[in-house]
């Protein structure tokens, strides 16, 4: 997530194994996988490892806001943990509090004695994650967790390099790209169906529909190396969908993720549940000249939202497997396949 380019505002510590600070380190080089630093050789110890402290490679902050309307002395409990580590949140995980609606990327609110997370840009207020009792011993600060959870997954979807040189073959295409197809016949393959993609990255699909997706190396280099995320709907990332390491990919060579197989597209039941217009899974697609791992960008899911916290109903996935230049460069495409759900509004 560093930068290639324009780094000088990213601060760097280097920290012992106690967390203090020896020294500050300098960026010279930037590649997908590593950086190379300038360090005072005085202050550690080519022997030894060391952690470091990372400030300034956020951009544009996840905007929080925190609605006091349904309860205002819980949410008031709320803010003031919220603001004893507010430097922490702003730092840390690129988490800004803010003091509008109409500055806020999600909002904190409580509603039938549960603190809860919607997106700011959800009318009907509906929440994202598993909602918190208010009172609950871990409530405060499991529901901040999940905020810092989902900032995380906002930083690693946004990740892009505008900067990149790589470039298609053909102009009309992604150097990188992501395919999705409607697979008709599981057992003659030559029948799948390309499945169009909008300006916005989104292919639209039917629900109960069979899709599969294919990543494609368009560029004329002898070889990139490929790794593709996915990205589900309660902010897990797995990625790891072509293997622990990035892929090499020759011009022109295609790669299926996990060997072709061929998923069901369903909605989970909190879409039905909460009656959200639609399903949205996520595919990144990361393409470097060089080779990189992509493991540390992983997480867990989150837990749904719940509609009857007395029901013992177990939630479904949203997408079911059937069957098994000259620098440094890197780019990326996201392709989002999108569930319309009938009776969401």
């Known amino acids: 997530g560093i930068p290639s380019t324009d780094f000088a505002s990213v601060e760097v510590s280097v920290m012992d194994n106690d967390d203090a600070f020896l020294t500050k380190a300098i960026i010279n080089t930037v590649t997908p996988d590593n950086c190379y630093i300038d360090v005072d050789e005085d202050k550690v110890d080519i022997r030894e490892s060391y952690s470091a402290e990372i400030k300034g490679i956020f951009r544009e902050p996840v905007g929080l806001f925190l609605d006091a309307s349904g309860d205002a002395d819980a949410m008031a409990k709320l803010s003031a943990s919220l603001k004893e580590e507010e430097e922490e949140l702003t730092d840390g995980h690129n988490i800004k509090l803010v003091d509008t609606f109409a500055a806020a990327d999600y909002v904190m609110s409580v509603k039938d004695g549960y603190y809860q997370i919607s997106r700011a840009s959800d009318t009907e207020g509906r929440p994202i994650v598993e909602q918190q009792p208010v009172g609950g011993p871990n409530s405060l600060t499991n529901i901040t967790g999940h905020i810092k959870f989902i900032a995380r997954y906002d930083f690693t979807l946004a990740l892009d390099n505008p900067k990149t040189k790589l470039r298609a073959g053909d102009p009309s295409k992604s150097a990188a790209a992501v395919e999705v ?10 029948q799948d169906e390309l499945i169009p993609i909008d300006e916005n990255g989104r292919a639209e699909v039917n629900d109960g529909d069979l899709i599969s997706v294919k990543t494609v190396n368009n560029t004329r280099r002898n070889k990139l190396f490929f790794a593709l995320l996915y990205m589900d709907q309660t902010f897990g990332i797995d990625a790891t969908a072509l293997g622990d390491s990035a892929q090499e990919m020759l011009s022109g060579e295609e790669l299926w993720y996990d060997e072709m197989a061929v998923f069901d597209a369903l909605h989970e039941d909190f879409v039905l549940d909460f009656n959200y217009p639609e399903s949205v899974m996520t595919f990144k697609l990361i393409a470097s000249t060089e080779t990189f791992s992509p493991r540390t960008l992983s997480q867990e899911s989150l837990p749904p939202p ?6 013992d109903e177990e939630g ?4 079911k497997r059937r069957s098994k230049p000259d620098s440094a460069d890197w780019c990326t ?8 759900n009938a009776d969401g509004k």
Do not use: A, Q
């Open 181 to 190: 197809y409607r697979v008709h016949d599981e057992d003659d393959r030559s």
């Open 316 to 319: 479904t996935r949203g997408l």
């Open 333 to 340: 495409t996201t392709v989002h396949i999108v569930i319309k």
């Open 306 to 311: 719940v509609l009857d916290f007395d029901s």
